[in-house]
């Protein structure tokens, strides 16, 4: 819990001196009853002593200033609610890379299955656009929150030769500048977008743009980047050769970790390793969760002053019960 004027909370110094003169008073107050010169004649003087009552009275009294002071200084917790809007551009690598099998069922297959649950899991309140990319990047489908279009589009990915990790960026960026444009906006503030990038290794056709130029251009447009390294080292698939049709080779195809974190690392995103469907799925939870909520503060100084307001009366019907007024 925090609080929006924390200088009231210097209130509880007057609250601290208050208690001070109390007991001061206390003290006093005992050493005038020993005035009597016949302590005998106490009773017939004074025959009912609230003694330890007015203590509990003052102390409720000093509960409802202080209760009082909190709500004053204005006491909020932080909770999350969902965002009105915002945009989730999924990039995900069909290269023919995708098909080894060192995560099950298989790479694109993973890709596939925790895309459908992010899909299936997101606040409503995102857009959801998907790109993929081997050769030349392809925009599947431009953000939407229709997300049966977007698993439909998920559910059609091909694979293909080649990965065009910075062409791929490049298409990602202008796919969520123009869904920023087309946006109706209340205010100069455009809601919050993130992309998301899968790959499992290294670029190997770097032209149009390259990656380098696609990440400074992310920078200059403050676009970040998520990206997620899914694979392992261990990764292999069987295609056909190239230079002999009808010959098959299987070629090793290891995930490649540096260049999906220095994507992320240069962009401000976040950067994610996994090797398995399961925990690729809480991957893509965890970005839909910050992107999709927001964190904002929840005025409970109701709840100060209500219970201000109960000690109040417990102190009234205290005082009332045993020195019949109020205090």
């Known amino acids: 819990m925090t609080f929006t004027e924390p200088v009231r909370l210097w209130l ?27 302590a005998s004649l106490l009773d017939a003087v004074a025959p009912r002593r609230p003694g330890w009552r007015r203590h509990v009275v003052a102390t409720t009294f000093l509960g409802v200033l202080g209760l009082l002071i909190l709500a004053f200084a204005g006491p909020v917790t932080q909770r999350e609610q969902p965002r009105e809007r915002a945009i989730v ?13 060192d995560v099950e069922p298989s790479r694109i297959g993973a890709a596939q299955q925790a895309a459908r649950e992010f899909l299936a899991n997101a606040p409503d309140g995102i857009d959801v656009g998907l790109v993929s990319f081997d050769q ?36 990602s960026l202008d796919t969520l500048e123009s869904a920023l444009d087309g946006l109706e906006l209340n205010d100069d503030e455009s809601p919050p977008a993130v992309i998301v990038l899968l790959s499992d290794g290294e670029p190997t056709i770097d032209d149009s743009p390259p990656i380098d130029t696609a990440i400074a251009q992310a920078v200059q447009d403050g676009i970040s980047i998520s ?24 070629v090793p195809v290891p995930v490649d970790e ?25 991957v893509y939870d965890d970005i839909g969760t910050a992107v999709g909520f927001e964190t ?32």
């Open 12 to 38: 509880f110094v007057g609250l601290a001196v208050l208690l001070v003169v109390y007991v001061i008073a206390q003290s006093r107050r005992g050493r005038y009853a020993l005035e009597f010169s016949d």
């Open 89 to 101: 551009i999924l990039t995900i690598d069909t290269s023919l890379s995708m098909g080894a099998e």
């Open 136 to 171: 030349i990047p392809v925009v599947q489908m431009p953000p939407t929150n229709d997300r049966r279009l977007v698993e439909a589009a998920v559910d059609d990915l091909e694979l293909g030769p080649f990965t065009n990790t910075g062409g791929a960026i490049d298409a």
């Open 227 to 250: 990206s997620v390294a899914l694979g392992t080292p261990d990764g292999e698939v069987t295609i056909e050769d190239p230079e002999s049709p009808g010959t098959f080779l299987t």
């Open 258 to 282: 540096d260049t999906m974190r220095q994507v992320a690392d240069r962009t401000g995103g976040r950067f994610f390793s996994t090797s398995s469907v399961d925990e690729l799925a809480a």
């Open 296 to 327: 904002v503060d929840n005025d409970v100084s109701d709840w100060f002053v209500g219970f201000a307001l109960a000690f109040a009366f417990v102190t009234g019907l205290l005082s009332l019960a045993w020195f019949q007024r109020l205090p």
